[in-house]
C-alpha cells in the first residue's frame, strides 16, 4: 500500500514538467495600414530590430502602396529578423497592392484572409506608371529573389510587376505566392503550427499550438511621422512652404522665411528625408528663437515657435538604440510619451515666466509722469537741487522748484532731462 503511494507521488513530480513543457509561445503583432512612408519603416524596422524572444513575428497588412525607400527598408528588417515573419493580408476586405505586395513576397510565410487582393506592383513615379527598364528590371530581379530565397513562384511573382497581375487567396494559393488562407489569427497559428518556412537564417518549424500576443503600440513619433508622411500633408507644406519662403526673402524682418524654412522641412520629413537631420534641424531653429526672444524681449511668439520646434526635434530624434536592445519598446515609447509631456507642461510654466517677466520689463514706466502725480519726498531738497522722491511706489530723482522737506507730499509738474520736476503738493480748496 505505502509502496503504491510512493510510487504515485514520484511518478506525478515526473508528470508535472511533462505538462509544464506545453509552454505559451510569444508571438510579436504589427499592425501595416494605410499608406507606407517613413513613419510604418520606422514602426517595424525598431520593433524587428530584436525578436530574439519571439516564436514568430505577425505583420498584418491593410495598404494601396507607399514610397519604395520605405518599403525596402521593411524588406529588410523582415528579411534580417530573427524570429521568422508572417505577413497576413488583413483583414477581411483589405488589399496588399504595390509595395504592399512586395513586402508580402519578402515575409517567411505569407497569408491572406477571404476577399483580400494582392498585386499592381508596377513602380509609379512622379505619379505616372514607370517603364524605364533600369527601374523594372532590377524589381523584377528582386522579386525573383525573395520569392526563390522562401520557395514560391518566380514567374509569379515578377508578373506582378509586368503585368500588374491582382490575385485573390484562393488563387494566389492555387499560384503558390501565398501559404496559407485564414479568416482569423486563431485559424492562422493553427494552419501556421508546425509548418517549416525558410529565412535568410535557414530552414526553421513554427510551434504556434498555444500563442501569446504581444501588440506592437506605436508611439507619439510615429503617429506624427504618419501625420507629415501623408502624401497630401507633405505636398501642401512643401507647396505652402516654397512660397512663404519667398515672400519672405523678398520681404525680410516678419518672419516668413523661417515659418517657410520650417515647413519645408516637416515637408521633406514626409517625402522621407533623414529624420536625424531633420529633427536637428528643428531643434537648432527651436534654440534659435529662444535665444532670440531673451536677446530683444519683444515677440512672445517667438518663444512659443521656438519650444514647439524643440519638442518636435527631439520627438523626432528619440528612437530606440541601435543594435542589440536591452530595454523594452513598450517602456521606451512610454519614456518618450513622459519627455513630451514633462517637455511640453515646462515649456507651459517657462513660457508663463517669459510672458509676465516681459510684461514687467515692458510695462510702461513714469518716464514722463502725468500732471498732478502724487508722491513723498524723501529727504530734504533745496529749490533747484535734485534729491529723491516715492513716485508712484518707485525711486525716482526729482528736482524741486521749491523747498521741499522730508516726508513731505510732493506734486509731479514736468520732466527735465531724466529727472521729474516736483513742487510741495497743496491741498485743493
Same mark, same amino acid.
Given at each position: @500500500?505505502?509502496? =503504491? ?30 499608406? $507606407? ?14 525578436? /530574439? ?8 497588412? %491593410? ?7 520605405? @518599403? ?23 488589399q496588399a497592392l504595390s509595395a504592399g505586395t ?9 497569408? @491572406? ?28 530581379? !528582386? ?21 500588374? %497581375? ?24 493553427? !494552419? ?15 510551434? *504556434? ?15 506624427? *511621422? ?26 525680410? =524682418? ?12 516637416? /515637408?521633406?520629413? =514626409? ?7 531633420? /529633427? ?42 541601435? /543594435?542589440? $536592445?536591452?530595454?523594452?519598446? %513598450?517602456w521606451l515609447n512610454h519614456l518618450l510619451n513622459?519627455?513630451? $509631456? ?16 516681459? !510684461?514687467?520689463?515692458?510695462? !510702461?514706466?513714469?518716464s514722463l509722469i502725468p500732471e498732478a502725480e ?6 530734504? $531738497? ?21 523747498? +521741499? ?6 506734486? +509731479? ?17
Amino acid at each position: @500500500m505505502l509502496a =503504491g503511494l510512493l510510487l504515485i507521488f514520484f511518478g506525478s513530480l515526473y508528470l508535472v514538467p511533462a505538462i509544464a513543457k506545453e509552454e505559451t509561445s510569444r508571438v510579436l503583432l504589427i499592425e501595416i495600414r494605410g499608406n $507606407i512612408g517613413p513613419s510604418v519603416a520606422e514602426y517595424v524596422k525598431t520593433y524587428l530590430e530584436d525578436t /530574439g524572444s519571439f516564436e514568430a513575428v505577425v505583420i498584418t497588412i %491593410d495598404t494601396f502602396g507607399g514610397l519604395g525607400d520605405s @518599403m525596402f527598408q521593411i524588406i529588410d528588417s523582415i528579411t534580417y529578423s530573427e524570429a521568422p515573419v508572417i505577413v497576413y493580408v488583413y483583414p477581411e476586405g483589405g488589399q496588399a497592392l504595390s509595395a504592399g505586395t512586395y513586402i508580402l513576397m519578402a515575409s517567411s510565410l505569407a497569408a @491572406m484572409a477571404p476577399y483580400t487582393i494582392i498585386g499592381s506592383a508596377q513602380p509609379v513615379v512622379n505619379g505616372v506608371p514607370s517603364n524605364d527598364t533600369k527601374l523594372i528590371n532590377f524589381l523584377i530581379e !528582386k522579386m525573383h529573389t525573395l520569392a526563390r530565397l522562401h520557395g514560391r513562384n518566380e514567374t509569379q511573382a515578377a508578373r506582378f510587376i509586368t503585368h500588374n %497581375d491582382n490575385l485573390g487567396p484562393e488563387e494566389a494559393l492555387k499560384r503558390r505566392v501565398i501559404e496559407i488562407i485564414a479568416r482569423d489569427f486563431s485559424e492562422l497559428f493553427q !494552419k501556421a503550427n508546425g509548418m517549416k518556412v525558410k529565412t535568410i537564417r535557414g530552414e526553421k518549424a513554427l510551434h *504556434l499550438a498555444n500563442v501569446e500576443i504581444v501588440k506592437a503600440e506605436p508611439g507619439i513619433r510615429y503617429h506624427l *511621422l504618419t501625420f507629415l508622411s501623408d502624401p497630401l500633408v507633405s505636398g501642401l507644406l512643401l507647396s505652402l512652404g516654397v512660397l512663404v519662403l519667398i515672400v519672405g526673402l523678398s520681404s525680410p =524682418g516678419f518672419g516668413a522665411e523661417l515659418v517657410g524654412g520650417i515647413m519645408i522641412i516637416l /515637408g521633406l520629413i =514626409g517625402q522621407g528625408f533623414n529624420l536625424n537631420w531633420a /529633427g536637428l534641424a528643428l531643434i537648432i531653429l527651436g534654440s534659435v528663437l529662444v535665444l532670440y526672444e531673451f536677446y530683444s524681449g519683444g515677440i512672445v511668439i517667438a518663444l512659443i515657435s521656438g519650444i514647439i520646434l524643440i519638442g518636435l526635434g527631439i520627438t523626432l530624434i528619440v528612437r530606440a538604440p541601435p /543594435g542589440v $536592445i536591452y530595454i523594452a519598446q %513598450d517602456w521606451l515609447n512610454h519614456l518618450l510619451n513622459v519627455i513630451v $509631456i514633462v517637455a511640453a507642461g515646462c515649456g507651459i510654466i517657462f513660457g508663463f515666466i517669459m510672458y509676465k517677466g516681459l !510684461k514687467m520689463i515692458r510695462k !510702461k514706466t513714469y518716464s514722463l509722469i502725468p500732471e498732478a502725480e502724487i508722491g513723498r519726498a524723501v529727504d530734504d $531738497i533745496p529749490a533747484g537741487k535734485e534729491g529723491y522722491a516715492i513716485i508712484a511706489g518707485e525711486y525716482r530723482k526729482v528736482i524741486a522748484i521749491e523747498d +521741499v522737506k522730508q516726508n513731505q507730499r510732493v506734486k +509731479v509738474i514736468g520732466k527735465k532731462n531724466n529727472y521729474l520736476v516736483i513742487e510741495p503738493y497743496r491741498e485743493q480748496s
